[in-house]
C-alpha cells in the first residue's frame, strides 16, 4: 500500500517560515517524480513545486525564491521549506508522486498518490 502523510501546516504570520514534511510509505521515491500542491477555497489545485528524480526543480512563478523543495530518496521524505511567506500562500498543500523520471510536463492529473493534505494559514 503506498501512502504519503504530510505534517508541518499550521499558522505563521506574513514574512514568517514553515517547513513541511511528506513521508513516503510502501515504495520507494526515487524513482518517482515528486511535487508540493496546493489548493485554497474556490481556487483550483495548482503545482506549488516538484523535483524530478535528477533533482531538477519546477516552481509556480509565485513562490520562485521563497520556497525550496527538497528530497531524501534514502529516507523517502520531501520537504517544503517556506520563507518570506504571503497571505495569498494560505492553503491546504498536498504531496504527490508522479511514475515519471521527470516532472517536465506531468500534470496534475498524472500524479499516481495523493496525501490527505496539510493546513497553511497565514495572517498579517
Known amino acids: 500500500q503506498v501512502q504519503l502523510e504530510e505534517s508541518g501546516g499550521g499558522s505563521v504570520q506574513a514574512g514568517g517560515s514553515l517547513r513541511l514534511s511528506c513521508q513516503a510509505s510502501?515504495?520507494?521515491?526515487?524513482?518517482?517524480?515528486m511535487g508540493w500542491f496546493r489548493q485554497a477555497p474556490g481556487k483550483e489545485r495548482e503545482r506549488v513545486a516538484a523535483?524530478?528524480?535528477?533533482?531538477?526543480?519546477y516552481y509556480a512563478d509565485s513562490v520562485k525564491g521563497r520556497f525550496t523543495i527538497s528530497r531524501d530518496n534514502a529516507e523517502s521524505t520531501l520537504s517544503l521549506q517556506m520563507n518570506s511567506m504571503k497571505i495569498e500562500d494560505t492553503a491546504m498543500y498536498y504531496c504527490?508522486?508522479?511514475?515519471?523520471?521527470?516532472?517536465?510536463?506531468?500534470?496534475?492529473?498524472?500524479?499516481?498518490?495523493w496525501g490527505q493534505g496539510t493546513q497553511v494559514t497565514v495572517s498579517s
Open positions: 504527490a508522486a508522479a511514475r515519471y523520471y521527470y516532472c517536465y510536463n506531468v500534470s496534475p492529473s498524472d500524479y499516481n498518490y
Open positions: 510502501g515504495y520507494a521515491i526515487r524513482t518517482y517524480c
Open positions: 523535483m524530478d528524480t535528477g533533482r531538477n526543480t
